[in-house]
């Protein structure tokens, strides 16, 4: 299948470019689209793609490609939209979008959203497990913890080429269009604490949230949240679950913190299924699923097949014949609601304004 690549920083160098390289059995990259052209120069030359371009309207003109990967930072809002519209099958990394209005405005076409985790082995053996124990309604209560490193600390092994050559002006022109997207889903007034709470739910949390779309249902009420310690710092937010039991999830930021670590503990009245995730970017470390049962029992399950490497062969399987993804539109849409709920119920806590979509 032929693919071309929107954005070429540090999530398309670290983990897609390697991917991509060695499963060329599913894919030829023909193009690569970043603002950088010393970005999309370097993962052209890698990948060995020969469209090299900085405007994603002349990468769509040129062509030559059936399908496209939205790997960029920010909202991919507008890019799906032209994507689909120029009728490509789309991949694009989570969060879909910023704003409920953006999803609405997408055209009918084949999306998948990408949330690794949701393909990691471990977690599909844990669905598996939680089925046969009787699905949503034998949880007690789902426990995250996610102890986050800065991503400089995560990504020094990688080696990045780094983008010193994007116009001053167009960085803060495109700036001010993702605040004019939060301003639409926070509204106008939503201060700066209720931002960055809601940057961290759909630029990190999310991903649990997806664990939680696959395991129990999204959570239709939050309960309470609160933040503490500097920008990003922690955030914990909790509430009930759609069938039974409760969540809650403890995020923290740690600068220095020596290594990046996500449990998510699910116990059940005859056990914990619990899962481990290590950092995002080491390809093929293991998520370790332990399962505790009767009698102080306790099992581990590892495998080392990279979950980015699964999802991009459900991707194939969905663009060339129509298996459908985990997560598409819809279930892009709900974790977009879900993190607006985390805003709104932090901002009314706490005495703050709240507007737009959120309200």
């Not at 160098?13 to 689209?33: G, H, I, K, N």
């Not at 790997?71 to 689909?84: E, F, I, P, Q």
């Not at 007690?140 to 092994?157: C, I, K, N, Y």
């Not at 939680?212 to 609160?226: D, K, M, W």
């Amino acid at each position: 299948m032929k693919i071309a690549l929107v954005g070429c920083g540090a999530v398309t160098q670290a983990v897609y470019a390697p991917l991509l390289s060695r499963r060329r059995d599913l894919f030829e990259v023909t193009a690569v689209c970043d603002l950088s052209r010393t970005l999309a120069d370097a993962v052209g030359d890698r990948l060995g793609a020969p469209g090299r371009h900085t405007s994603l309207d002349a990468m769509l003109e040129a062509g030559g490609f059936e399908a496209v990967l939205v790997l960029a930072s920010g909202s991919h809002g507008d890019t799906v939209r032209r994507a689909l519209a120029a009728g490509h099958a789309v991949l694009c990394e989570k969060p879909l979008a910023l704003t409920r209005a953006e999803v609405a405005a997408l055209p009918e076409g084949r999306l998948m959203v990408g949330y690794m985790k949701q393909y990691d082995p471990a977690v599909r053996r844990a669905e598996a497990l939680l089925a046969e124990l009787g699905g949503p309604e034998a949880i007690r209560s789902v426990e995250v913890t996610v102890l986050h490193p800065s991503g400089e600390s995560q990504l020094a092994f990688a080696n990045l080429t780094r983008a010193g050559d994007v116009p001053a002006d167009l960085v803060a022109r495109l700036l001010e269009q993702e605040d004019a997207l939060v301003s639409r889903a926070l509204g106008e007034q939503a201060p700066a604490q209720v931002r960055a709470l809601y940057a961290v739910a759909l630029g990190s949390i999310c991903h649990d949230l997806s664990l939680l779309r696959r395991f129990t249902g999204s959570p239709a009420e939050i309960g309470h949240v609160e933040t503490w310690g500097n920008a990003p710092g922690s955030v914990e937010i909790s509430g009930p679950l759609p069938a039974a039991g409760r969540f809650s999830i403890r995020w923290h930021y740690l600068e220095d913190y020596p290594a990046y670590r996500e449990t998510v503990a699910i116990h059940h009245d005859a056990g914990t299924l619990e899962l481990a995730f290590p950092s995002p970017y080491l390809m093929n470390a293991p998520t370790v699923l332990t399962v505790v049962s009767g009698g102080e029992s306790r099992t581990e399950w590892r495998e080392v097949t990279e979950a980015f490497e699964v999802q991009l062969a459900a991707f194939h399987a969905f663009a060339d014949g129509g298996q459908p993804p985990l997560t598409g539109r819809a279930g892009a849409l709900e974790d977009i609601v879900t993190a607006q709920r985390v805003a709104a119920r932090y901002a009314v806590q706490h005495g703050l304004p709240i507007g737009g979509e959120a309200a």
